[in-house]
């Protein structure tokens, strides 16, 4: 793979959870495949404390960069707006993202996550 990033979407009563990769087209089942394997592993296993706190500092830190231009901001209240969420919702998600332990994110991904129902969309020549 040359890339791979996820994004967690959620709303008042739903949410989105994507996975994006890129890779040439021949090995498009292979990327998707690691993939399902990486996140059926976060169901069955805690995450390490390595990991947890890595991913607490990534999503702590894109706080203050969402904020970092006045279309940031705006963009913000308007989603959370939208939302009907409350306007501190970042100041709340980072105190629930401090406490998350590596338990609640395998018990979320087992709950939450079911890989094998994805909805694949490629772009590009077709994948093998």
Do not use: H
């Amino acid at each position: 793979m040359y890339t791979v990033e996820s994004v967690l979407d959620v709303g008042k009563t739903r949410g989105i959870f994507e996975v994006v990769f890129a890779c040439d087209p021949p090995n498009v089942s292979k990327a998707r495949g690691m993939v399902e394997k990486n996140l059926r592993k976060m169901q069955a296993t805690p995450v390490t404390a390595y990991e947890l706190r890595q991913a607490k500092t990534l999503l702590l830190q894109s706080i203050p960069l969402s904020q970092s231009s006045t279309e940031g901001i705006a963009q913000m209240f308007l989603d959370l707006s939208m939302k009907r969420l409350p306007l501190d919702e970042q100041v709340r998600a980072a105190t629930r993202y401090l406490e998350s332990t590596a338990e609640e994110v395998q018990a979320a991904f087992s709950k939450w996550i079911r890989p094998r129902e994805f909805v694949q969309v490629s772009l590009g020549p077709k994948p093998n």
